[in-house]
C-alpha cells in the first residue's frame, strides 16, 4: 500500500494487520486450544452461579438457621457460618458483588489505560514522557497499599473500590497500548488517514485501536483476574462493602477461624474466587497464544 | 483526651476504650476475627472463693446454652487428686509491646494476669459477690458511718523481700491510688483525700472520706487496690523494685514478649503457692494463641475465641474453663434526640430484639440473655423484673404511635471490639421484621472511639462487670465518665436516688433503692442490653485447680496469682 493508492482508495486507510489468517482465525484459534475451553468453562460455572445462583438460595443471606459455625447443621448443604447462616445461601448469592465490581473497574481501567498508551504512542516527543513516566509513578505503589489507603479515607464504598482498582490497572494497560501501537502508528495507513484529514480521534479509535485490540484482549482478561484478586483481598481484609452482605470474599474472612470444623465457609469461595481467576487466566492465555500464533502448527 | 476511656471510677482496669494501637489487649472472645481488640473487659470485681465446695456455676443463674462450665480442674478433680508442688506453668495471653507492670494499674489483660502473680487485694468477692476476706489482705472492714470506715489487716503480712507490711505502706498505697499525677484510680480520688487516712495502729487504718460512699468498699475489692511498699514506682526496666505481697515474684519481663514470675518463699498464705515459677507469654493474635495452647506450647491461654471453643473441647488433653462473668454488650439510643426522645420508639428497638438468637449467633450461645439491665452480678440486681421478649407486634404498634412505623436508622459499631460489629449485623436483620431498616455501620475503631463516640444517636459499647452503683457512675448520669445515652432525662429524679443509694449504708434498704432504679431503666433506658457473655479460657488436662465458677477475670481469676495451680503428674 502506498500513499497514493489509499488515496484513491480511501476503505483501505482502514488497515488491519491481523494476524494472517484474520480475525475469525484468532477467534478459531483461540477456542481450539483446550486452555481456552477450560477456562471457558470455568468462567461460564462461575458466572452462571454468581448471576442465576441468586435464585436457587434455600435461605436469605441473613437469616438464622442454626449454631454458628457447624458443619452438620440440619437442613444445611455445607453448614452454618460465623453469625449461624447457611454457607450454601451465601455462597450462592456473594459472587455478584465481586464479579460486577471486578468487571466494571477493569473496563473502566481499560478506556482509560488505552487512551494513554494511544495518545502516547501517537504523540511520541514530550506528551509521551509525561504520560508514561506518570504510569511509572503510579505503577511504583503497590497495589494493595493504595487501595487499602483510598478505602480507609474515602470509605467503603462500592465506587471508591471500583475507581482505586480500575486506577491501578491504568498504568499496565497503557504500557501495554503504547507498546502495541507504537508499531501501527509507523504504518502507512496511519499516514494516508492523517492526509485525509481525519480527527484525532478518528485515527486513535478507528486506525489504531483496532489494531491494538488482540494484545488488549489478552491485557483485559489479564487485569481482570487481578482486579478480582485485588476485590478478593479488600474483602477479606474487611474493607469489602456492606457489613453481613454475602460475599465471597468476606466470607473467607469470616470464616476462616472455623476452618478445621466448619471448612465449607471458607473453602467454597475459595474454590469459587481460585477457579475464576485461573478460568479468566487460561481464556487470556489461550487469546495471547492464538494471537502469537505460538501453537499454530500443533493440531489442536 | 476525650477519646480515651481509661477510666474509672476507681475501678481499675480501665482499659482505654480506644484500644490503641497493636491490640493491647486481649479479649479476642468472640470470634477470632475481630481484629485487634483489645483490651480487654475491664472487669472489677473479685472473682469466686476457691473452696467453699460449690460447683462450676454457683450462684448465677444458668447458662442459656453451649455453656456447660466445662470445668476441668473442677472441685471434682481437684480434690481427685493430691496438690503436688513444683513446675512451671507457661501461661498464654494476646500482649503487646504496651503491656506494663504496676501493682495498683493495668490497662490490657495481660496486664491483669501480672498483676494479679504479684499483688494481693486488700479484699474481694466470693461466689455470690459478696465481700470476701480470703485470698485478701483484710481481716476486717467495719462500717463506722458511709462515709467512715476502719479497715484492720491480717497479722504477720510481709512483702516479697520479707519486709513486714506497716500502716506506712498501707497510707502510701492509698495515696499512690489518689495521685492526680498518676491518675490510677480517680473515682477513688474523688472520695479520698490524701490526709483522710489515719494510723489506729500498724495493721489498723480509718478511713474518713470526703462524702458519703457505700461504694468505697467496692472499690477496695478491685483487684488493683493492693498493697505496696512505700516508695513503689511502676516497672521501668529493673524487677527489684517490683515488690508485692502476691505469691509469685517478678523475675523478669519484656513488653510484648513475657514476663517469668518465682515462688514468692514469704508467702502469708501457708504452703502456697504451688509451682516453682510461672511463665506469662504475649501472643500477636488469638488464633497464634490457640495454636500455641492445641500445640502444648502453653498450658494455659486467656480468651478462646467462641468459635473455636467446640474444636478444643474435643481435645482430650485440653480443658476448656468457662465462667459466667456480668460482661456486657449494648447497643445504645441518645434519649434526647430523635427518634428516641419518644421512649415508644426506644420500647420498640428492645421490643424487636431476639435476645435468644443474638446469644446463638454473636455468642456463640456462651453467655446467657439479659434483660435491658445490667449489674447481674450485684447482689441487689433485681430477679423480679419480667423477661423481655421479641415481640414485633408490639414493637410496631408502638412505633405506629410514635409516627415512625418505616423507620430508617443508622447504627454504628467499631471495628475492635469483638462481638460489636456481629451485633449490629443480627440486630439489623431481626429489625426487618418490624419494617425497620436500620443500616449498621462498622466504623474504624479510632474515629468510633474518637469525638463523636457518647454523641451519636444510635450506637454500641462493651463494659465489664461492675457493682450496679458503680457502673450508673461510670454511664448513666449526667456527669457520667462515659454518658453514652445521655440517661437520665432532666425531669427524672433518678440522680437524686442514687445520693441516697450511695449513701445508704444498710444493705436491704440500699438494694430497695436500686430495685427502684433499675425498674426506671428497664422501664425508660436508653441501653438495649441482649447478653451477659462467659469468660472462656483453656487449659492442659494436667493443670489442676482451676474451677469455673462465676468470675471476675479470666482463668478462675488468673488462679488468683496461680497460687492453687499445680501439675498432675
Known sequence: MTIVEAGLQPGLASGRIDPPSGRRGVLVATLGL??????LLLVAVLVGIAVIGPLFAPYGGTEFVGPPFTADAPDTLFGTDKLGQDVWSRFLLGGRTILLLAVVSTLI???????????????????????????????????????????TTLGRRSWVIVLIVAFTAVPRVARITRGAALGVVERDFIGAAEALGESRSHILGREILPNVAGPLLVEANL????????????????????????????????????????PWGTLLPIFAIALLTVGVGLVADGLGRAIAGVDRARPT | ???????????????????????????????????????????????GQPTGGSTGTAGGPATTSGGPATTSGGPATTSGGTPTSGGTLRVGLVGSTNDLIDGQYIVAKADQARLVSGWDPVVNYDTDFNISYEHSLAEE??????????????????????KPVTADDIIYSFRRRIDPKLNLAPGLAELLGPDGMTAIDDRTIEFQLLKPAVTFINGLAEYTTTIVPVDYARFDGDVSNQIGTGPFMLESFTPGTESVHVKNPNYWGSGLPLLDEVQIIDFADAQALTNALASGEVDAAVDIPFAQVSTLESDSNLRILESQAGNWLVITMAIDQAPFDDVRVRQAMRLIANREEMVERVLAGHGRVANDMYGVLDPCYPKDIPQREQDIEQAMALLADAGQEGLTIDLFAPDDTAGLAELIAVFADQAQAAGVTVKAQVLDGGTYWGDEYTKRTFATSFWSTRPYLIQVAAGSLKNATYPETHWPSPDSDFAETYDQAIAETDDSARCEIIAEMQQEEYDNGGNLIPFFYNLVDGHAANVKGFEARPNLLNLDHYGRG???IWFED
Request: glycine share 12%; aromatic share 8%.
Open chain 2, 141 to 162: 472492714i467495719e462500717t463506722v458511718a458511709a462515709d467512715n470506715y476502719v479497715i484492720r489487716f491480717k497479722e504477720g503480712l510481709e512483702f516479697h523481700n520479707g
Open chain 1, 223 to 262: 487485569r481482570l483476574t487481578y482486579s478480582i484478586a485485588l476485590i478478593g483481598a479488600l474483602g477479606f481484609l474487611g474493607f469489602g462493602v456492606g457489613l453481613n452482605q454475602p460475599d465471597w470474599a468476606q466470607m473467607i474472612n469470616e470464616n476462616r477461624p472455623a476452618l478445621s470444623t466448619a
Open chain 2, 562 to 564: 496461680w497460687k492453687n
Open chain 1, 109 to 151: 481501567g481499560l478506556a482509560i489505560g488505552a487512551v494513554v498508551g494511544l495518545v502516547a504512542a501517537y504523540n511520541r516527543g514530550r506528551l509521551d514522557n509525561v504520560l508514561m513516566r506518570t504510569m511509572d509513578v503510579v505503577f511504583a505503589f503497590p497495589n494493595l497499599l493504595l487501595a487499602l489507603v483510598a478505602v
Open chain 2, 1 to 47: 483526651m476525650d477519646n480515651d476511656r481509661r477510666r474509672e471510677l476507681w475501678l481499675p482496669h480501665a482499659m482505654s476504650r480506644r484500644r490503641l494501637l497493636a491490640g493491647t489487649g486481649a479479649a479476642v472472645l468472640f470470634a477470632a476475627c475481630g481484629g485487634d481488640d483489645d483490651s480487654a473487659s475491664p472487669s472489677t470485681q473479685g472473682g
Open chain 1, 34 to 39: 483446550w486452555r481456552t475451553r477450560i477456562g
